[in-house]
Structure formats: structure tokens, C-alpha cells
């Protein structure tokens, strides 16, 4: 980017039409229900879209939106309370209606603004020095107004080169989005797959009714299965095969208060493990704690944690070395895969969250003998062994997918300010991402 180019006020774009920016419908409560357009709230969007358990605004009344719906192209900005989280709308995002927790520029002539482009720009240091300027003028929450962004200003390089930038920059996201949909199908397989044979045991039913084998079970396998059913405190379960409570399959170790490790501004550290680390990953806002940290407490790619408190939930780490804090448990097994081990506890979730839920507290929890009451059935080591076989891999594709889009992840964040603020050229930028 030249020296000759210039920054130009968003009001003039906006009056030369080349440019809109607006924010959403104040929707009531009496308007959202359970089916139309999800109603895109901020808690909605962060690097994408996450509309699962959102409200829903009625097609039929459509009409009281008017443009504040969404379109192909859009760049999104949460601009009221977590000021600063970004998503742009892909041809393959459903179409929804904006909050007003939610603002949205949309490029009106692609040959001026190129609008993949425009939605990195929020990422860069131009937009961020204005909207972290004014996001504190109330004695509310951070708020940024249509007023401010409209009063702004955007430097715009030849449109040639929006599109070469974004063209680099988009081509590490969509990668990283292609992953994240991988990893949904092989979630989705591997979940599909133990509930068949742990929890519906069809393999077996198929076996007492004479079949001779069973569709996507190695026949190694299908042939080490019982074929009659033995009475368990869960109901018949296949013969040989044990019923043991979850926290007998595997060790449940709590974490450290890490107060206790503090880190020193001069010495090597560990990003601390919170909830929020789990649900989003490590980032600059994390916890830092010391090496000293007893080594049973570190957690590296490929350890599952389970958060028991707040919000429960269960995955695989990949975001590199940390040390585990309180109210998460890094869960290990001696004695079973921990795919299996995994499965269960994904399988018992949705009762530990219900528990939780119930608490009168305001951090609902479950307790340890959750984990006792939580029961699972057990297939002799052998034929897990076997079962592995095609389990194993669906988990290890899993964390190998979420490892790539990590580097993919840091060399865009590397990239990004520096092809925006023009500090990089785009074909510079192709070598180094090479």
C-alpha cells in the first residue's frame, strides 16, 4: 500500500452509496419464538456464527425488519457490551435477523470495496484505535454507536489489491472452516457409531437373530460378540460384557488453585486452563502460572478435560501446554481407550448439565458421586482393542484437524495486520505462508 493512498470519511461513502452501515431490530420478547430466522444476538458470533438454541423471529413478519436482515458479504460487528468480536456472512450462512447488539457493513459496490476485505479491516489496528476510542463514553456497558461508525474513517487501497489480501487471508479461513466441518461429521460418526454399539447394541440384537455380520463393524470384531443378553441393574446387557460406574473407568483429576503458581513477567509460563480456555481456546486475556506447577496439573495436545462447574462440557485439548485450574478435571484411563472412556462421558453430558442446572447456586456443579451414579457398560479388553480399530482413528483425525487449524490460525493472525496496514505485500505474504 502506497504512501498516495489516503484515508477516506465512511460518510462520504456512505453518501456516494458505496457503503451501508446499520445496526438491528429491538426485537420484543413477545415477537421471538422457536421458528423463522434465528435472531443473531453477540453471544451469536465470534470468528462465525453459532445459532444453536437461538430465538427464532417469524418469516410472516418479516416486513417489520426491512434491511436489517442479513445478506451475503455482510462484515458483522458486535458494537454493545463485548465490543469487538467479528464474522462475515459467507453464501452459506443462513439467512438472519440482526440484534441491536450487532452492527453490519455491507460493501454496495464491490468495485470500490471489496467485502471480504472490509471484514478483515475490522481485525486491523485503522478500525480497532477508532471503535476502542469511543466504546467507553457511557457510564453503561461498552457501547459504539451508528453516530461514531459512521463518523470514522477507512484507508482503502486499489480494489485489486482488497481482493488479493482477502483472497490470502480468506483461504486460511476457509480451511479452517472446512476442519471445523470435518470434525463435525467425524463427531457425529463417532457418537453415532459408540451408541449403536454400547447403548443400543444392535450388533448383539443383529447376532441373537442369526445375522452373520453387521454393517460398518470389522468382522474381527463382530465375531468376538456375544450373542444372548445378560440382566444388569441397567437392564439386559450382552453376555461377558460389565456395567461399572463411570469414575471406575477412568480418573477424574481436579485442578489447581493456581494462585498458588503465580508467573513471573521474567521466566517461561503456562497459559492457565479455565472454562473460558475450553469453550474458546487460549488467547492474549488468558491466565499466565509458573512452571512450578506439579506436572500431573500440565495439560498438552490430546489430553480430554471436562469442565465440572459453570459450563459443563468435554473435549479434546489442542491449544498447546497449560496448567489445569479448578473446576476442570483432566481425565485419563489405565485400562480403557479413551475413546470409550470419552464417549461416556459425552454420553453422560447431558444429565451432568441437567444437575448442574438445578443447583440454587449461581455456578451450578456436579459432584464426584455424579460420577459414581453415572454407569457404563464395558466390553471385554479384547474386543475393545478390536473396536479401537475404528474408533481410534476417527478421534485422532479429530485432534490432527483441530492442530492444523491452530497453525493455520496463528500464520493468519500474523498476516492479518500486516497486509491490512499495507507493512506486507500480498505476494510477500504467499511466500512466508509457504
Excluded at 37 to 51: D, E, K, M, S, Y
Excluded at 137 to 162: C, F, N, W
Excluded at 367 to 381: D, G, N
Aim: hydrophobic share 40%; net charge negative.
Amino acid at each position: 500500500m502506497g504512501s498516495e493512498v489516503l484515508p477516506t470519511d465512511v460518510s462520504e461513502l456512505i453518501e456516494r452509496g458505496v457503503l451501508a452501515i446499520n445496526d438491528g431490530y429491538r426485537a420484543k420478547n413477545s415477537e421471538l419464538g422457536k421458528n423463522g430466522l434465528p435472531f443473531a444476538r453477540g453471544g451469536n458470533i465470534n470468528g462465525g456464527f453459532h445459532f444453536e438454541g437461538a430465538d427464532c423471529f417469524p418469516r410472516e413478519n418479516l416486513d417489520r425488519v426491512g434491511e436489517k436482515t442479513s445478506q451475503p458479504g455482510d462484515a458483522v460487528f458486535t458494537s454493545k457490551g463485548s465490543v469487538g468480536r467479528f464474522a462475515f456472512v459467507t453464501a452459506d450462512v443462513p439467512t438472519f435477523v440482526y440484534s441491536p447488539q450487532l452492527c453490519f457493513w455491507r460493501s454496495l459496490d464491490h468495485d470500490v470495496i471489496s467485502p471480504r476485505w472490509l471484514y478483515y479491516w475490522m481485525y486491523g489496528a485503522e478500525f480497532y484505535q477508532q471503535y476502542n476510542g469511543v466504546k467507553g463514553q457511557t457510564d453503561m456497558a461498552d457501547y459504539v454507536s451508528l453516530r461514531d461508525q459512521r463518523g470514522m474513517h477507512i484507508t482503502l487501497p486499489p480494489v485489486k489489491e482488497q481482493t488479493a489480501i482477502a483472497d490470502i487471508l480468506g483461504t486460511l479461513d476457509d480451511k479452517i472452516e472446512l476442519n471445523r466441518q470435518m470434525n463435525r461429521t467425524l463427531e457425529a460418526m463417532a457418537r453415532a457409531i459408540f451408541k449403536a454399539w454400547f447403548v443400543d447394541f444392535e450388533p448383539v440384537k443383529a447376532k441373537t437373530d442369526c445375522a452373520t455380520s453387521f454393517r460398518g463393524m470389522p468382522q474381527a470384531v463382530f465375531d468376538q460378540l456375544p450373542d444372548s443378553f445378560t440382566d444388569s441393574e441397567l437392564g439386559p446387557v450382552p453376555e461377558g460384557w460389565e456395567v461399572a460406574p463411570l469414575d471406575e473407568i477412568a480418573d477424574f483429576l481436579n485442578g489447581v488453585a493456581l494462585q498458588k503458581y503465580p508467573a513471573s513477567p521474567s521466566e517461561d509460563s503456562l497459559p492457565v486452563i479455565k472454562i473460558a480456555e475450553l469453550r474458546n481456546g487460549v488467547s492474549t486475556k488468558s491466565g499466565r502460572a509458573s512452571r512450578g506447577v506439579p506436572s500431573k496439573y500440565i495439560v498438552d495436545d490430546g489430553d480430554f478435560l471436562f469442565s465440572w462447574s459453570g459450563s459443563l462440557l468435554a473435549k479434546f485439548w489442542t491449544e498447546g501446554e497449560g496448567a489445569l485450574n479448578q473446576h476442570l478435571f483432566k481425565v485419563t484411563s489405565e485400562s480403557y481407550p479413551m475413546w470409550f472412556v470419552s464417549q461416556w462421558v459425552q454420553y453422560h453430558l447431558d444429565t451432568f448439565q441437567a444437575i448442574a442446572a438445578s443447583k440454587a447456586t449461581t455456578m451450578g456443579h456436579i459432584q464426584r458421586r455424579h460420577l459414581k451414579e453415572a454407569l457404563t457398560v464395558c466390553a471385554p479388553s479384547h474386543v475393545l482393542d478390536d473396536m479401537s480399530t475404528i474408533m481410534s482413528p476417527l478421534i485422532e483425525k479429530m485432534i490432527a484437524a483441530e492442530l492444523e487449524s491452530r497453525t493455520l490460525t496463528s500464520i493468519r493472525d500474523a498476516l492479518l495486520p500486516k497486509l491490512i496496514s499495507g507493512e506486507v505485500s500480498t505476494g510477500a505474504a504467499i511466500t512466508e505462508g509457504d
